[in-house]
């Protein structure tokens, strides 16, 4: 497993509401657990099942380091509106506001929206799926910094319908 593979897992984890996550390829073991808000991890070769038990596990020596995930913000606008729509993520991905980083942002707050109005990218394994509004109305708020990454069913956008 190359260390670029290990660190988008981390990322993932770490954003995740999961508290455990092994993963185990060829011959690799890879197990990483949240505690108080901060991911741990070891990485270890799997044992050939002739070995000693209680031999010591090895840990991966070029490894990233873990920082410590930073408490979710409430929703500041409108909080208590319970009329507003949100806009969630249909999957895994990385959020991103507009089509390339040299172009303006699909929407922004204030915004009018219709139904088919694309209002972000989201990308999933090197694939960048574009993000319907699904209603007609007004951007209020994005919940959601750029390049970000956002799980299945996450709020995106509060939306106020027309």
Do not use: W
Not at 19 to 33: P, R
Not at 78 to 91: Q, V, Y
Not at 135 to 140: A, K, Q, R
């Amino acid at each position: 497993m190359k260390v670029q593979e290990i660190r988008e897992l981390i990322k993932l984890v770490d954003q995740s509401g999961i508290d455990e996550f092994v993963f185990e390829s060829a011959g690799s073991k890879l197990k990483m657990k949240k505690s108080s808000g901060t991911t741990t991890y070891a990485a270890a070769p799997e044992a050939p099942k002739a070995a000693v038990q209680g031999a010591p596990a090895v840990q991966e020596q070029n490894a990233p380091a873990v920082q410590e995930a930073p408490a979710p913000e409430a929703p500041k606008a409108a909080a208590d509106n319970t009329n507003l729509h949100k806009i969630t993520s249909p999957m895994v991905g990385t959020f991103y506001q507009s089509p390339s980083p040299d172009t303006d942002a699909y929407v922004k707050p204030g915004s009018k929206i219709r139904s088919d109005s694309v209002v972000c990218i989201v990308e999933a394994m090197k694939l960048f799926n574009e993000i319907e509004a699904e209603v007609d109305g007004e951007i209020i708020e994005i919940l959601v910094k750029d390049g970000q990454l956002v799980e299945y069913g996450q709020p995106l956008f509060l939306v106020k319908p027309e």
